[in-house]
């Protein structure tokens, strides 16, 4: 809002409220000087300043006099208005703050950190200051890491293509899931399910769609057919971060099911209990407390269980990355707030239209979609034949005069049974006039029209016997087109905009087969 009556020297900007210790600030700036090597980044993007010590941070900060709460130059912390340290909410950068509880010595200046501190940085939600991804240098404690067993398997497309997809095996599951991305890839059909799958915390999820998958081991000739769940996503990346394979005694020569399973990738396929314990095989190899088992099945031998590096008992210093996903997550929800969304309200026959097409849509073998008309209980139809046929009869006295017209006229409709759109029907006369109504039609002359001067319309406003026509029986949907300034936004969002029309598109949905004798023409 601007107030135009008042002056802009008297307006004050009002205090900066406190932050809660969870929160996670967002800022925006311009492209500024490094205040640490001069390049044309962020002092939260130097990798010179994240790589120092602590001590030499600070040392490096207060001789480029910037300030110890923000990192930037031209004020000090004493007026500095940002929030303090995440950690202690103290006036200093969480990046300067060191874990007191963890220093075994003191030292004599009050602005150095021990030798033998323990350094440890805000990886955490808490964290505002770290970008989404920075290498820093950490102590590394002693970590253990729990290894899920992954294989490849190849899953045959549309055209029976074998192509290269990473499972997770997972006993726990009741269901298999594929990723709605890899059926997209592969082109797979799926088919309509209304179900939903409960997980941990009793927390539901919605199950639209199932298909039918065929994995093939890499290393033998073992296949499974197995249905599988649809989903937007799995699980995250396995695993999290790279492990050491050295870490793992692998004999020589060994045909792992995942030759990858220690670099992080992508999950495209869940397989569960059903399939998980036919694929297991007798050979496995138990090694010692710490380094996960090797077990031999169908697919190859799966690596899988609790791996400790033994060397990370003793401090020493890596290099490492960290990645703050609420960072990520608060910069998303910052943009899904600057989009425009329509928001839709259904009347009722709105709703009970898109009622009866959800549970009536289907596809037949050949990929096409098949859907019912979405039909009112309460309006009957009543004898249509009779009109049909008097239309019918003016139309053939008007053809008669215009031999072109007539040639044109039926070369339409003989193109609308050549390509499947239309078939022979039975007798409409011994049908019940509730499930039969018989269009009237006539010539459309368009003749500036490029494409097609001449169309055969139908009339489905035409009253019958009992007053009532076609489209007052069937449901009127929503109105499925974007709002006139969203269209216009998508006009503005790039440089070259392409339109294009789809012919006879829908044609291509066919009717299903009950409802045909509603859409009959003499």
């Excluded at 970590?143 to 997809?165: F, N, R, Y």
């Excluded at 001067?453 to 489905?460: C, M, P, S």
Aim: some cysteine; proline content about 5%; glycine content about 4%.
């Amino acid at each position: 809002m601007i107030d135009r009556g008042k002056n802009k020297t008297e307006t004050t900007r009002p205090p900066a409220p406190r932050k809660p210790a969870n929160s996670v600030s967002v800022a925006t700036a311009t492209q500024q000087s490094c205040p640490v090597c001069s390049n044309a980044h962020g002092v939260f993007k130097c990798s010179d300043f994240l790589q120092m010590s602590i001590s030499d941070r600070i040392q490096g900060a207060e001789k480029k006099k910037i300030c110890l709460n923000c990192l930037s130059k031209g004020h000090f912390s004493a007026n500095c208005r940002s929030s303090g340290c995440e950690r202690c909410q103290k006036k200093h950068n969480t990046l300067l703050h060191i874990e007191q509880h963890e220093i075994t010595t003191t030292s004599q200046k009050g602005n150095e950190a021990p030798n033998n501190s323990v350094v440890t940085l805000c990886a955490k939600e808490e964290q505002p200051n770290l970008p989404t991804s920075a290498v820093v240098n950490v102590v590394r404690k002693p970590s253990k890491q729990i290894i899920l067993s992954t294989a490849q398997v190849h899953i045959d497309d549309e055209d029976g293509i074998p192509q290269s997809c990473r499972l997770l095996l997972d006993p726990g599951s009741k269901s298999n899931i594929i990723t709605d991305d890899l059926v997209r890839r592969l082109k797979l059909r799926c088919r309509k399910q209304n179900e939903f799958v409960t997980g941990i915390n009793q927390v539901q999820t919605h199950i639209a769609k199932i298909v039918d998958v065929k994995i093939t081991s890499m290393h033998t000739d073992y296949t499974a057919n197995i249905v599988c769940l649809v989903l937007p996503n799995i699980t995250e990346r396995l695993p999290q971060l790279k492990l050491d394979k050295g870490l793992i005694s692998l004999p020589e020569g060994l045909k792992l099911a995942d030759p990858s399973f220690h670099e992080p990738g992508t999950i495209d396929l869940l397989v569960g209990a059903g399939l998980f314990w036919q694929l297991l095989c007798a050979d496995s190899i138990k090694q010692q407390k710490g380094v996960p088992r090797l077990q031999n099945t169908l697919l190859g031998w799966i690596v899988g269980g609790e791996l400790i590096d033994a060397a990370s008992k003793k401090p020493s210093r890596f290099c490492g990355l960290i990645t703050n996903t609420a960072l990520q997550a608060q910069l998303e929800r910052f943009w899904n707030q600057e989009e425009s969304r329509e928001t839709r309200n259904y009347t009722r026959e709105e709703a009970e239209c898109e009622r009866q097409f959800m549970n009536t849509l289907k596809r037949d073998s050949d990929g096409k979609f098949i859907a019912a008309l979405p039909q009112k209980s309460d309006v009957k139809l009543g004898e249509s034949v009779s009109q049909a046929k008097r239309r019918l009869a003016t139309l053939e006295r008007r053809l008669k005069s215009n031999p072109q017209i007539k040639a044109e006229y039926a070369q339409f409709l003989q193109d609308y049974e050549q390509q499947g759109h239309m078939s022979l029907a039975p007798d409409v006369t011994s049908a019940r006039t509730e499930d039969t109504f018989v269009l009237p039609h006539q010539p459309v002359i368009r003749p500036e029209s490029i494409t097609t001067k001449l169309r055969v319309v139908f009339d489905a406003s035409a009253k019958i016997s009992l007053g009532t026509s076609l489209n007052d029986k069937l449901l009127i949907g929503p109105n499925l087109q974007k709002d006139l300034f969203e269209i216009i936004l998508r006009f503005r969002s790039h440089k070259v905009v392409l339109t294009a029309d789809i012919t006879a598109m829908f044609r291509q949905i066919r009717v299903r087969e009950e409802d045909r004798g509603l859409q009959t023409i003499l």
